[in-house]
């Protein structure tokens, strides 16, 4: 079986996270496989995996900074925000100018209040949103708090009657691509919806290293993964003995990020958080 880790993959178009995880739970020779944010099957780009009892760091991961290159075509809406949904409204852009684009996009950037689309993996009373709606049911979600470091304009270009716009974004975990896409088209009166998304970063973890061979992957071994995502502490032989047990630590870690602890010959021993005047075990893994 393989060692505990990471793996980044590029995720091809058309398959779901759940089928990129099947192909590495046969690659890796086990069942514990989890990945750190579904990516749709329309969406490619970087998917991380945790390989063993890495999987326990995902939930941590998740909570990271992402990236991504999309395509937002305006003068349509659809039922599920993207193209993947069926055109509900068409409006005519001929009159719409790149600079109405990039001035509505502005909006966009900041700490927003953002309306999740209605086919997200979000549950409703035990239910995912995305069920809800294939089975019929008319799903209203409620606007969460979401951070959109910065949208940057690649291209503007006429395609048809429609107006494709080009973007890379940088955001808060839990931003939903396909809800700007939608907003920006309600914004300009035309309607919008995603034609591309492509995920470039999941904190450090980029396509640079992401491989797209599923059934020969690299596993990233989990000390190195740690120290990648997280902020590192070296401690000495007395703190690392009592990180063993799950004791607080009399750290000053700088703010309230977990961060990866280590023991002196470089084993990777526990997350810690700070928790007063010392800091506290969130996920121990020795």
Known sequence: MTDPGLVVVDKPAGMTSHDVVARVRRAAGTRKVGHAGTLDPMATGVLVL???????????????????????????????????????????????????VRASLRAFEGEIQQVPSAVSAIKVDGKRAYARVRSGEAVELAARPVTVHAIEVDAVRRVGDFLDVDLRVSCSSGTY????????????????????????????????????????????????????????????DEQAHDVRFGRKLALSLGDDRPHAVFAPDGEFLALYQQDGDLARAVAVFV
């Open 177 to 236: 691509i396909r809800a700007i896409a939608r907003d920006l088209g309600a914004a300009l009166g035309v309607g919008g919806h995603l034609t591309a998304l492509r995920r470039t970063a999941v904190g450090p973890f980029t396509l640079a290293g992401a491989t797209t061979d599923l059934d020969h992957v690299h596993v990233i071994p989990i000390a190195d993964a740690a120290r990648a995502a997280f902020p590192s502490v070296d401690l000495d």
């Open 50 to 100: 945790g390989v063993d009892r890495a999987t326990r760091l995902l939930g941590h991961l998740m909570l990271t900074e992402k990236a991504y290159d999309a395509t937002v075509r305006l003068g349509a809406a659809t039922t599920t925000d993207d193209a993947e949904g069926e055109a509900v409204a068409t409006a005519p852009t001929a009159d719409l100018a790149e600079e109405d």
